[in-house]
């Protein structure tokens, strides 16, 4: 399986980080080695000194798909959870400055706490879900899913036309404003409608 993230994909978030607003999607991605499970701690990785959150609708792809039509996208998901885009700022803002890849930066072992996942049937309208991030109990984080610059169906069939998806595959769907830097003994709690679905610890 992959990890397909989005970059960019709400304006405040874009904005924050001074970056201009895509015209196209914006994607990267990430790896199976990047995933923790079952609200196990994030261990603070030694390469970096500015470790950010971000916090992300995820989607589980649920059939392959190549070249899919965006009014026919909704067919191939049906799973939706949380995930955690930890970034390694500071090697992100290097490799920026330098036109290289980021890899290093966002696609290291463990950056991807992902919560379980619910099935779409059990939501009333995927473009508007909302979801939050505490951070030692003061929110940090506020997502709305109809914000987002490119909404899902638009995500899945541009990544589709150039990667075919595969059943397992998970969309990172970019985070809303308020990123921020994590440190050693933070609690993270992240919401999606109301419901808990990460609860773990910075170690
Ligand atoms: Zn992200």
């Avoid at 959870?81 to 890899?103: C, M, S």
């Amino acid at each position: 399986m992959k990890i397909i993230c989005l970059a960019r994909n709400y304006v405040a978030h874009a904005r924050e980080l001074n970056n201009p607003l895509p015209e196209k999607p914006l994607f990267f991605m990430k790896h199976e080695n990047s995933i923790v499970r079952g609200n196990k701690p994030f261990y603070y990785p030694d390469f970096s000194t500015d470790i950010h959150y971000e916090l992300e609708l995820v989607l589980k792809i649920s059939k392959v798909g190549k070249n899919i039509e965006k009014k026919f996208a909704d067919r191939y998901y049906d799973e939706i959870g949380l995930g955690i885009d930890f970034t390694a700022r500071d090697l992100q803002t290097e490799a920026r400055k330098n036109g290289a890849p980021w890899e290093i930066a966002k696609a290291f072992d463990n950056s991807a706490p992902l919560s379980d996942f619910l099935p779409v049937s059990d939501f009333k309208d995927i473009s508007s879900l909302a979801f939050q991030l505490d951070i030692n109990g003061k929110r940090v984080q506020e997502g709305e899913s109809g914000l987002m610059i490119f909404p899902v169906e638009v995500q899945i069939a541009y990544i589709s036309r150039f990667i075919t998806l595969k059943t397992g595959d998970l969309i990172f769907t970019g985070t809303p404003a308020g990123v921020g830097p994590v440190k050693i003994g933070d609690h993270l709690e992240a919401y999606l409608e109301g419901k808990k679905m990460l609860d773990f610890y910075v170690k």
